[in-house]
């Protein structure tokens, strides 16, 4: 899985509010935005409470199932299939960023005090927009992300039903643990 530590939103949700902001967050965008995702109108970036964040890591660390997790970067698309680099059918030349998924894997978010830096590690549809609009409303959000597809690369590959099963059973116990212990 993915626990959420900073959002790229490829949405439009949060273009309407006054997001607080901080020098990671802005450098985020910049790097974002320096991309080919200004063809498709531009991004902004948010980040997770990071009390939320913290406690998903310490909880995924703690389960005996020991699968490991990233702290990473999400990036949010407002749809299934150009928005997150899906180039089907009739659109085939059509999406504005069709190498999306590749322009993701790209970008590199320096943190201070880390070795390496932080990276796009799942797209989906809802992380921006929760963790922009909760931080202007005063609430502490985040996300674990379960990874259900391996996209990058040449091979792409699917978690079997099984595993897809136990890494949600995961998610959840890390979320509940997350929100006793926050």
Do not use: W
Request: aromatic residues 6%.
């Amino acid at each position: 899985y993915n626990i959420s530590r900073h959002a790229i939103g490829m949405d439009n949700t949060c273009r309407y509010y006054k997001l607080p902001t901080d020098a990671t967050i802005d450098r985020l965008a910049e790097i974002a935005n320096k991309t080919d995702l200004k063809n498709g109108g531009g991004v902004y970036a948010t980040s997770a409470c990071p009390d939320i964040y913290n406690g998903l890591a310490k909880a995924a660390s703690a389960l005996p199932s020991g699968r490991k997790y990233n702290l990473g970067i999400t990036a949010t698309g407002s749809g299934f299939y150009g928005c997150q680099g899906r180039v089907v059918g009739r659109f085939a030349g059509k999406v504005a960023v069709p190498d999306l998924v590749a322009v993701l894997g790209q970008i590199e978010l320096p943190i201070e005090g880390e070795d390496k830096p932080e990276k796009v590690v799942n797209i989906e549809m809802e992380v921006s927009a929760v963790c922009g609009l909760s931080s202007i409303l005063g609430y502490r959000a985040g996300a674990v992300c379960v990874i259900v597809a391996k996209r990058a690369g040449d091979v792409v590959d699917f978690a079997t039903p099984d595993v897809v099963g136990s890494a949600m059973s995961d998610a959840i116990s890390i979320a509940l643990a997350t929100v006793i212990s926050a």
